[in-house]
């Protein structure tokens, strides 16, 4: 079982739209997670940290389900540039941040 | 503020050549991680260095190995070049060695093994 997994997509949306991404983790133990945006032929950029509790970053909510191992990113209101991979990244023990294979979005006009 | 700069921007080697990639932190990050991403692959984490020392290590040969040095700069060596490394190699930064502290990358050093 891989360490994060998540659907690879792509998901195709009109722009307005609202799209959720999942990502689940296989080590319990897992300390602090993130999403991460990547453009194409880009680097990795931090989208948005994820705590337990939830969090809202404009257009973008995170959330964490440390009983289900699983966590989620909501896009709503979508826009042409927020056409990207979406990377779901989780830190297990000793700093080892374990980046999922990503998930693609293309938001069409 | 200047963000991770790496060198070289791209690197081509022949099998069973050594290869030496650099990485220049955020000015005031302690930590230094290397990621290798192979084409249509995600991010595999390879090492992690904070204060000189390495930390972590993922699941890589001896034969990929590294430094960092007192100015938090970092090498990445890579000996006996084999043709499946060929591939980006992305080095980030970090504040501090904190769990939750979120990474920085550069722009990466694409690895061609010929």
């Not at chain 2, 970092?74 to 769990?99: G, I, R, T």
Request: proline residues 4%; glycine residues 8%; neutral net charge.
């Amino acid at each position: 079982r891989k360490e994060v997994e998540q659907d690879p997509g792509p998901f195709n949306v009109p722009e307005g739209a609202t799209v959720a991404f999942n990502c689940t983790y296989s080590n319990s133990a897992s300390q602090s997670f993130f999403w991460y945006r990547q453009d194409c032929r880009k680097e990795p950029k931090l989208l948005m940290s994820v705590y337990s509790s939830g969090n809202e970053d404009g257009r973008f909510t995170a959330q964490l389900n440390r009983a289900s191992q699983y966590i989620s990113l909501l896009i709503r209101d979508s826009k042409l540039s927020d056409s990207a991979t979406y990377l779901c990244v989780v830190n297990e023990y000793g700093n080892k941040l374990v980046f999922g294979a990503g998930t693609i979005l293309r938001v069409k006009s | 503020e200047a963000g991770v700069t790496q060198s070289p921007t791209h690197l081509i080697k022949t099998r069973g050549q050594q290869a030496t990639l650099r990485c220049s932190p955020i000015s005031g990050h302690t930590s230094v991680y290397w990621y290798q991403q192979a084409l249509g692959l995600g991010l595999q984490f390879l090492l992690w260095y904070d204060e000189g020392e390495e930390r972590n290590r993922g699941n890589f040969p001896p034969r990929f190995s590294g430094r960092q040095f007192p100015n938090y700069s970092s090498e990445l060596n890579v000996n006996a070049l084999e043709l499946e490394d060929s591939a980006l190699y992305l080095c980030a930064s970090s504040l501090s060695s904190s769990y939750n502290s979120p990474l920085h990358f550069g722009n990466g050093t694409r690895l061609t093994v010929t």
